[in-house]
């Protein structure tokens, strides 16, 4: 009797490669881009309070991180291909909420996405960690930021413009792109990562290497470079659309620049040899100076405020600069035998970042004007300058161009630039 040959793809799983986890990225940024723009702004216009729209985000950033917290809990009762499944239909889910607006649909669909975000974040770098091998991880983010380049780049000005044809577009198409990205999975057939074997220590405790992080100084000083990054990330995305809006610039121009900034990206191998030919401290204090100045002076100019989005325009561009060369410092300061506990360590300043940058917009918005927000982070940034003085001058100098820094994610308003 003629049997049928079962396909082989349905036969053996296909192997998970770096072109796999990278197309799987660049789905996933496709999602998040096209909304990362239109959040703020739908936030503001049902909400008509920068100070409430902060305390919204204060909040959300509190889930953020115990959702991220709580994720490697849920992972030992639920496998973990389901609970990346989940967070993909949470997104799309956040995104159909975010379609029908109002209020407190925005509310509700703001908190899902972020949660559905961190949920994914963890699980595929959990899976990138089992299926690529140390010597292809370089390979395999580099691939993941070029897939990803476009959907950062095109999405925040295209979701502004899809917005004003027709509102709940931008929304469906993340939702689209949500789904897509689930489809994907589920072909990849990563199952739950690799078989868990007895392991021949305990799992690491973040918290119980807490007094061995602060016991190291470089380390300290690596993460705060890295959460004040984020903090003018924060700033640049959310704040800088809504002051357009209250200028009378149009909803449009945030989207616009963000993805003008987010173009950026494409420079990084320049950024990243201009700062072989000097040092990484070199780039590190130039970024946070010239940032945190043109901060400084968006702030003082506010009554221009095309100056004022000029300025900060260009401060992005430091901020990129920042993206290559301020994660570097921490990466060449801990110890191989901590790399594993200390980099769970410096994740956190993702989470810290997105509740620190709305909780201090929140209280500055009581007392000030919303160009106080600018002045605030410009402080903050131009203080890292300060502090990044004790770097060694030829810090790096001869491992850069080999040596892969963190991850530039970047705690957006939608969970990292990123960056």
């Given at each position: 009797m003629h049997q049928r040959r079962i396909p082989e793809w349905l036969r053996h799983a296909p192997t998970p490669s770096v072109r796999g986890f990278a197309t799987l990225a660049g789905t996933e940024a496709m999602a998040r881009g096209i909304l990362i723009s239109v959040m703020p702004l739908e936030m503001y216009r049902a909400l008509r309070d920068a100070a409430l729209v902060s305390e919204i985000y204060f909040m959300v950033g509190l889930l953020s991180l115990a959702t991220g917290l709580m994720?490697?809990?849920?992972?030992?009762?639920?496998?973990?291909?389901?609970?990346?499944?989940?967070?993909?239909?949470?997104?799309?889910?956040?995104?159909?909420?975010?379609?029908?607006?109002?209020?407190?649909?925005?509310?509700?669909?703001?908190?899902?996405?972020?949660?559905?975000?961190?949920?994914?974040?963890?699980?595929?770098?959990?899976?990138?960690?089992?299926?690529?091998?140390?010597?292809?991880?370089?390979?395999?983010?580099?691939?993941?930021?070029?897939?990803?380049?476009?959907?950062?780049t095109v999405g925040p000005f295209l979701g502004v413009t899809l917005l004003g044809i027709w509102r709940p577009l931008p929304f469906m198409i993340a939702a689209l792109a949500a789904l897509s990205m689930m489809a994907l999975f589920l072909y990849?057939?990563?199952?739950?990562?690799?078989?868990?074997?007895?392991?021949?220590?305990?799992?690491?405790?973040?918290?119980?290497?807490?007094?061995?992080?602060?016991?190291?100084?470089?380390?300290?000083?690596?993460?705060?470079?890295?959460?004040?990054?984020?903090?003018?990330?924060?700033?640049?995305?959310?704040?800088?659309?809504?002051?357009?809006?209250?200028?009378?610039?149009?909803?449009?121009?945030?989207?616009?620049?963000?993805?003008?900034?987010?173009?950026?990206?494409?420079?990084?191998?320049?950024?990243?040899?201009?700062?072989?030919r000097r040092s990484i401290r070199h780039a590190v204090r130039a970024g946070f100076l010239v940032s945190g100045l043109l901060f400084v002076f968006a702030a003082i100019l506010?009554?221009?405020?095309?100056?004022?989005?000029?300025?900060?325009?260009?401060?992005?561009?430091?901020?990129?600069?920042?993206?290559?060369?301020?994660?570097?410092?921490?990466?060449?300061?801990?110890?191989?035998?901590?790399?594993?506990?200390?980099?769970?360590?410096?994740?956190?300043?993702?989470?810290?970042?997105?509740?620190?940058?709305?909780g201090a917009a929140w209280l500055v918005l009581l007392v000030a004007p919303l160009p106080g927000i600018f002045a605030v982070t410009g402080v903050a940034l131009v203080g890292c300058w300060h502090l990044a003085r004790q770097l060694h001058p030829r810090?790096?100098?001869?491992?850069?161009?080999?040596?892969?820094?963190?991850?530039l994610d970047i705690s957006l308003p939608l969970t990292r630039k990123t960056g």
């Open positions: 994720v490697p809990f849920v992972s030992r009762f639920m496998p973990r291909r389901w609970i990346y499944v989940t967070g993909c239909a949470m997104f799309a889910g956040g995104a159909a909420m975010g379609a029908q607006g109002g209020a407190l649909g925005m509310i509700a669909a703001l908190a899902m996405i972020t949660a559905a975000t961190v949920t994914v974040f963890v699980c595929f770098n959990a899976y990138v960690l089992d299926f690529i091998a140390k010597s292809d991880l370089g390979r395999c983010e580099t691939s993941r930021m070029f897939y990803s380049a476009l959907g950062w990849l057939r990563l199952g739950n990562g690799k078989l868990i074997t007895r392991a021949r220590r305990p799992a690491p405790n973040p918290l119980a290497w807490m007094p061995r992080f602060f016991a190291q100084p470089r380390l300290v000083a690596g993460w705060i470079f890295a959460v004040i990054r984020s903090c003018g990330w924060w700033a640049y995305v959310v704040y800088l659309p809504i002051f357009a809006v209250q200028q009378g610039l149009g909803e449009d121009l945030g989207g616009m620049l963000l993805s003008a900034s987010n173009g950026m990206l494409f420079l990084t191998p320049f950024m990243l040899r201009w700062m072989q506010s009554g221009l405020p095309w100056v004022t989005v000029a300025s900060l325009a260009v401060a992005s561009v430091f901020l990129v600069l920042l993206d290559v060369s301020a994660g570097l410092p921490f990466l060449m300061a801990v110890k191989p035998s901590e790399r594993t506990e200390m980099s769970a360590i410096y994740a956190s300043f993702r989470d810290v970042s997105g509740i620190l940058t709305p810090l790096g100098a001869a491992r850069v161009a080999i040596e892969p820094g963190p991850k």
